[in-house]
T-cell receptor, first 112, second 115 residues
Framework: GNSVTQMEGPVTLSEEAFLTINCTYT??????LFWYVQYPGEGLQLLLK?????DKGSNKGFEATYRKETTSFHLEKGSVQVSDSAVYFC???????????FGAGTRLFVKA | GAGVSQTPSNKVTEKGKYVELRCDPI?????LYWYRQSLGQGPEFLIY????????DSGLPNDRFFAVRPEGSVSTLKIQRTERGDSAVYLC?????????????FGPGTRLTVT
């Protein structure tokens, strides 16, 4: 069945460091891919998405590119801030389906 | 405008009891989803409603779990004969439509603890 695997956390970085959180997926067809973020004390919210191969999703300085050849959707940010400290979830949704499959989440801590 | 709301925010119940969890979606959103999130895990899909009907209930773990959305707005997740393993945060999300073009908006969740 469909699944999402993301790197285990926690990830601890200093402010202004480069961030990569790896995500790979298993799915039939051409799923849509998502990154969600959960800030401390807040609900889950969509960060960015890509709906077809080679699409790049971007938001708030974060980027992720849909790589079908490597079945990956790695999240990157060039310079993290303390306010980026949160849990990040990679997710996929099947073409024509309605079920979203989430990874286990990666907690990011950014130190000043 | 108002986001997705869920009540109660916390629920503690004894093993074997019945519980109901409520979700108020964003007005006008026809798609509604329930997820369950255990500690340290990502949300796990339970059920999807398009309007009043359950279009996909393949994530419900067993027949103790049931959900309704009688008027196509508010939804209730019902758990019978609760077990300790049901303890988790239950999340509700809504979107304008069900396909990937439309963003899912999540509620704050109901933390269920079964003692």
């Amino acid at each position: 069945g469909n699944s999402v695997t993301q790197m285990e956390g926690p990830v601890t970085l200093s402010e202004e460091a480069f961030l990569t959180i790896n995500c790979t997926y298993t799915a039939t067809g051409y799923p849509s891919l998502f990154w969600y973020v959960q800030y401390p004390g807040e609900g889950l919210q969509l960060l960015l998405k890509a709906t077809k191969a080679d699409d790049k999703g971007s938001n708030k300085g974060f980027e992720a590119t849909y790589r079908k050849e490597t079945t990956s959707f790695h999240l990157e940010k060039g310079s993290v801030q303390v306010s980026d400290s949160a849990v990040y979830f990679c997710a996929l949704k099947d073409t024509g389906g309605f079920k979203t499959i989430f990874g286990a989440g990666t907690r990011l801590f950014v130190k000043a | 405008g108002a986001g997705v709301s869920q009540t109660p925010s916390n629920k503690v119940t004894e093993k074997g009891k019945y519980v109901e969890l409520r979700c108020d979606p964003i007005s006008g959103h026809t798609a509604l989803y329930w997820y369950r999130q255990s500690l340290g895990q990502g949300p796990e899909f339970l059920i999807y409603f398009q309007g009043t009907g359950a279009a996909d209930d393949s994530g419900l773990p067993n027949d103790r779990f049931f959900a309704v959305r009688p008027e196509g707005s508010v939804s209730t997740l019902k758990i019978q004969r609760t077990e300790r393993g049901d303890s988790a945060v239950y999340l509700c999300a809504s979107s304008l439509r069900g396909d990937s073009s439309y963003e899912q908006y999540f509620g704050p969740g109901t933390r269920l603890t079964v003692t």
